[in-house]
T-cell receptor, first 112, second 114 residues
Framework: KQEVTQIPAALSVPEGENLVLNCSFT??????LQWFRQDPGKGLTSLLL?????REQTSGRLNASLDKSSGRSTLYIAASQPGDSATYLC???????????FGSGTRLQVQP | DGGITQSPKYLFRKEGQNVTLSCEQN?????MYWYRQDPGQGLRLIYY???????QKGDIAEGYSVSREKKESFPLTVTSAQKNPTAFYLC?????????????FGDGTRLSIL
């Protein structure tokens, strides 16, 4: 069964820093990996979906990489802003059910 | 605008009571999902449905029930058998036949015990 781990659980950085969030998974036979953002008390907003055949996917200041062989993905946030403060979750679809297996998230706080 | 609507936003359950959470989508998605989120944890799958009139148990289905009578709707009932229902419930949907399409989420329902 797929297991997804996110480290660190929480991160606090000053505004303007570049930062990396980590996601690791145990089964490398994946279709894709999805990164989400969750604001307090809200649902999930999809940020990036990186397919198994891709190494990277970019959207604005966000860049997600995928290394299936090592079971890792990273989300790189450039020039962080206070508005980036949120919890970031990575998730992988179950090959049969298509439901997602989630990591427990990294709670990011960007200090102004 | 296309999206997923969950209601109510907040819900309180009395002892022994069943409550139903609504989830409606107008994205023409085939598949719909219910997840439960506890504080500081990721989401866990309760039930999912890949087609109308069919649904399957997820990892934590005990104490919950669902129906899928219409493509757009996938209500979740939290029964009195669920002894620890306090959590944040999230509904999601996706195209089932296309693998590399993202899941879309509603804004969630927060359920508490009175």
């Amino acid at each position: 069964k797929q297991e997804v781990t996110q480290i660190p659980a929480a991160l606090s950085v000053p505004e303007g820093e570049n930062l990396v969030l980590n996601c690791s998974f145990t089964d490398s036979a994946i279709y894709n990996l999805q990164w989400f953002r969750q604001d307090p008390g809200k649902g999930l907003t999809s940020l990036l979906l990186i397919q198994s055949s891709q190494r990277e996917q970019t959207s604005g200041r966000l860049n997600a990489s995928l290394d299936k062989s090592s079971g890792r993905s990273t989300l790189y946030i450039a020039a962080s802003q206070p508005g980036d403060s949120a919890t970031y979750l990575c998730a992988i679809p179950d090959t049969g059910r298509r439901a997602l297996t989630f990591g427990s998230g990294t709670r990011l706080q960007v200090q102004p | 605008d296309g999206g997923i609507t969950q209601s109510p936003k907040y819900l309180f359950r009395k002892e022994g009571q069943n409550v139903t959470l609504s989830c409606e989508q107008n994205l023409n998605h085939d598949a719909m999902y219910w997840y439960r989120q506890d504080p500081g944890q990721g989401l866990r799958l309760i039930y999912y449905s890949q087609i109308v009139n069919d649904f399957q148990k997820g990892d934590i289905a005990e104490g919950y029930s669902v129906s899928r009578e219409k493509k757009e709707s996938f209500p979740l009932t939290v029964t009195s058998a669920q002894k620890n229902p306090t959590a944040f419930y999230l509904c999601a949907s996706s195209f089932d036949r296309v693998v590399n399409q993202p899941q879309h989420f509603g804004d969630g329902t927060r359920l508490s015990i009175l």
